[in-house]
């Protein structure tokens, strides 16, 4: 099995190969097409502000990519993100392949939400031996709204998605690598995943 982290420059790269490599899984790190349209798993990470790491996808061509993908996608922190319509973070057109808007948190609360928060309403497979109210680590300032899509919710400030599926593609709010044996049993979940029960909870 093969497993791809797409390398758009905009993606904490090494902390999710590593985290990958302690579960005995060398994931390649490639931003070529024909080796991510190729490969079983693709993660599509991101990290820091969202119309600069979109810039960097278009650059590369990979935004007209990500979308046809087929094989089970597992977006992480921003990269979840840029999966939606868009984002209030820049103003940042997204890939639409979840519908439904990125959006601020308002002053009420410091942002961004830094350190661990708790996940609830687990409805995935991606969530096989995790428990209602394990701990995940989060950095954001920006949240995906409850939705259809919607299959563990966090609060702070008021409920949003901590993560989404639609079909074959997934995300999550929070960082599975940095979230200890929680976000361990996550990534091992999504690569033992039968990829046709990707299309179905």
């Not at 979308?67 to 921003?78: A, E, H, N, S, W």
């Not at 984002?87 to 959006?103: M, N, Q, R, W, Y």
Request: charged fraction near 20%; aromatic fraction near 10%.
């Amino acid at each position: 099995m093969t497993t791809v982290i797409i390398d758009y420059g905009a993606g904490n790269i090494q902390s999710i190969k590593f985290a990958f490599e302690r579960l005995g899984i060398t994931p390649k790190l490639t931003k070529d097409w024909e080796e991510i349209s190729s490969s079983d798993r693709v993660i599509f990470p991101g990290v820091g502000e969202a119309s600069s790491a979109m810039r960097k996808l278009k650059a590369s061509k990979l935004d007209t990519l990500v979308p046809t993908l087929k094989q089970p996608v597992l977006g992480i922190c921003l990269g979840m993100q840029l999966m939606c319509n868009s984002s209030e973070e820049g103003s940042t057109k997204g890939l639409g392949i979840f519908d439904t808007e990125v959006v601020r948190f308002t002053n009420k609360v410091k942002v961004p939400q830094i350190g661990w928060n708790q996940i609830t309403d687990l409805k995935s497979g991606l969530f096989h031996n995790i428990n209602e109210l394990d701990y995940i680590y989060l950095v954001h300032s920006y949240y995906a709204p409850i939705s259809d899509y919607t299959i563990a919710t966090s609060s702070y400030e008021l409920p949003y998605s901590s993560a989404l599926r639609k079909n074959n593609f997934f995300g999550v709010q929070f960082h599975p690598e940095k979230s200890s044996t929680t976000g361990e049993q996550i990534l091992k979940n999504f690569i033992e995943m039968n990829p046709y029960d990707a299309y179905s909870n």
